[in-house]
């Protein structure tokens, strides 16, 4: 089965809109931590922002939120006011307490349409 | 600045040529990993390493091998059994297990290559 799941290949959204990014996950670890990534078309990988499992509220970096919801095992990114720069592809990923890997989904190429 | 190098940026294989993709990091960081990244299938694990002188197989390590002899180094070759080498790899460390969860990824800027 697969640990993360991005089901969007693409999105558009037009500029100063905001716009959700799903993922869902799947494990039995109760603590694991989940992370967003931005990869622009040159190719590195920016970090975004972290939700930890046991995280009571929902991390916000600046434009960006994270919208978890553990029961349903969903992990949405929430991009506010988009912008040009932030088309790009974008990736969840996710670490389990019980072992080293990072998991990540398949990505969602983000356009923002002026 | 710490961070993480690859290079080259660009690399060209031949048929039946072994190539050596570079990764040094300077963040002290325990673990290391080496991903492969093709179009439309996201980032899939080809070898990690948690300790000097340790590694581990990923998803898709057929073809490919790797050292660890420095912290700060963690080499990928691609053999010439690997018979689709084209694609673009991305190498990342992080603390490992054990320490703090919430520990990202960093990731250097990767390297693309591709066959002659």
């Known amino acids: 089965a697969q640990k993360i799941t991005q089901t969007q290949p693409g999105m558009f959204v037009q500029e100063k809109e905001a716009v959700t990014l799903d993922c869902t996950y799947d494990?039995?670890?109760?603590?694991?931590?989940l992370f967003w990534y931005k990869q622009p078309s040159s190719g590195e990988m920016i970090f975004l922002i972290y939700?930890?499992?046991?995280?009571?509220q929902n991390a916000t970096e600046g434009r960006y939120s994270l919208n978890f919801q553990k029961a349903r095992k969903s992990a949405n990114l929430v991009i506010s006011a988009s912008q040009l720069g932030d088309s790009a592809m974008y990736f969840c990923a996710m670490r389990e307490a019980l072992g080293n890997q990072f998991y990540f989904g398949t990505g969602t190429s983000l356009t923002v349409i002026p | 600045d710490g961070g993480i190098t690859q290079s080259p940026k660009y690399l060209f294989r031949k048929e039946g040529q072994n190539v050596t993709l570079s990764c040094e990091q300077n963040l002290n960081h325990d673990a290391m990993y080496w991903y492969r990244q093709d179009p439309g299938q996201g980032l899939r694990l080809i070898y990690y390493s948690q300790i000097v002188n340790d590694f581990q197989k990923g998803d898709i390590a057929e073809g490919y091998s790797v050292s660890r002899e420095k912290k700060e180094s963690f080499p990928l070759t691609v053999t010439s059994a690997q018979k689709n080498p084209t694609a673009f790899y991305l190498c990342a460390s992080s603390t490992p297990r054990g320490t703090v969860l919430g520990e990202k990824l960093f990731f250097g800027s990767g390297t693309q290559l591709s066959v002659l």
């Open positions: 494990t039995s670890d109760p603590s694991y931590g």
């Open positions: 939700q930890g499992s046991y995280d009571q």
